[in-house]
Antibody
Framework: EVQLVESGGGLVQPGGSLRLSCAASGFTFSSYWMIWVRQAPGKGLEWVANIKQDGSAQYYVDSVKRRFTISRDNAKNSLFLQMNSLRDEDTAIYYC??????????????WGQGTLVTVSS | DIQMTQSPSSLSASVGDRVTFTCRASQSIDNYLNWYQQKPGKAPKLLIYAASTLLSGVPSRFSGSGSGTDFTLTITNLQPEDFATYHCQQSYIIPQTFGQGTKLEIK
């Protein structure tokens, strides 16, 4: 059974840092692109960052570039999101998701339960 | 970035109704369009990918169509468990942007 379990969320002051982790199990982690998606309270979904299977490529939404870093440890089946210089608008539930490929198309097929990040003074 | 616009933002309907949601892309995305269902307090779930391909196990009352910039998700014979928020996402180009969601409420 595929499982994605996030941890590391919490309350942090503006300008602070947090490191989110995602423990993956039930599939060959190193074979998949992985993504962080966030959802601000009462808002829609926002793609934040993704990382290639071997970690050789990462992409970020403009609003988090140079502040967030996505990384992975395939030996430990883990995905990370280092978040620095946090702002009020980064407050959201952060989901670790698997980016699957089938029939020539990509989609998110598994989601973690999410971890809440609250940026507030 | 490709902007995804969903309409309406919310919709009220009754059990047994047929409803249609729209998702529009700011540029052509061929059929690189996914639909997700999200219930309160839960993570989203994939319903449809490639605009019209139902994920295995998704009831046949759900259907998707469209190509290019305009897409629709239709639910026929609404069931109580279908009341949720529906999100579209383009997978044509990074960043793989989402729409803002359409909330389907019970009338």
């Amino acid at each position: 059974e595929v499982q994605l379990v996030e941890s590391g969320g919490g309350l942090v002051q503006p300008g602070g840092s947090l490191r989110l982790s995602c423990a993956a199990s039930g599939f060959t982690f190193s074979s998949y692109w992985m993504i962080w998606v966030r959802q601000a309270p009462g808002k829609g979904l926002e793609w934040v960052a993704n990382i290639k299977q071997d970690g050789s490529a990462q992409y970020y939404v403009d609003s988090v570039k140079r502040r967030f870093t996505i990384s992975r440890d395939n030996a430990k089946n883990s995905l990370f999101l280092q978040m620095n210089s946090l702002r009020d608008e980064d407050t959201a539930i952060y989901y670790c998701v698997r980016w699957a490929y089938s029939s020539g198309r990509y989609y998110v097929d598994y989601w973690g339960q999410g971890t809440l990040v609250t940026v507030s003074s | 970035d490709i902007q995804m616009t969903q309409s309406p933002s919310s919709l009220s309907a009754s059990v047994g109704d047929r409803v249609t949601f729209t998702c529009r892309a700011s540029q052509s995305i061929d059929n690189y369009l996914n639909w997700y269902q999200q219930k309160p307090g839960k993570a989203p779930k994939l319903l449809i990918y490639a605009a019209s391909t139902l994920l295995s196990g998704v009831p046949s009352r759900f259907s998707g169509s469209g190509s290019g910039t305009d897409f629709t998700l239709t639910i026929t014979n609404l069931q109580p468990e279908d009341f949720a928020t529906y999100h579209c996402q383009q997978s044509y180009i990074i960043p793989q942007t989402f729409g803002q969601g359409t909330k389907l409420e019970i009338k």
